[in-house]
């Protein structure tokens, strides 16, 4: 199983948006693409008191999904992030492989 984990560095000023956002659009793309155990967890760092920095995690059994989910579905949740919030929501992602 692989994970894909998308980190969001968001601004106060568009948390409520970006989370509508997230719920209405992004969730719904990923889970008709088979993606599973989708869930969002909140990092406390505590070294941004402006920043949430939020990281979506979710599981697919196939790899070339999650490639071609980063080649395209990412690529225009980006567009689609920084045309709504500009630079109040950053994001990068990681995919990482179940090791036990």
């Known amino acids: 199983m692989y994970i894909l984990n998308t980190t969001f560095a968001v ?4 948390l409520e948006s ?5 719920s209405q659009t992004i969730i719904p793309e990923l889970q008709g693409l088979e993606f599973c ?13 402006e920043m ?3 990281a979506l995690h979710c599981e697919h059994k196939n790899l070339d999904a999650i490639s ?4 395209e579905g990412e690529k225009r949740m980006k567009k689609n992030l920084a045309q ?3 630079e109040r929501v950053l ?3 990681t995919v990482m ?3 036990f």
Do not use: M, P, T, V
């Open 37 to 49: 155990n989708i869930k969002l967890y909140e990092i406390l760092s505590g070294e941004n008191d």
């Open 11 to 14: 601004e106060d000023s568009a």
């Open 91 to 93: 994001i990068f992602s």
């Open 52 to 54: 949430h920095s939020l």
């Open 18 to 22: 970006w989370s509508r956002h997230l």
């Open 97 to 99: 492989n179940q090791i």
């Open 84 to 86: 709504q919030f500009g």
């Open 68 to 71: 071609l989910w980063l080649k």
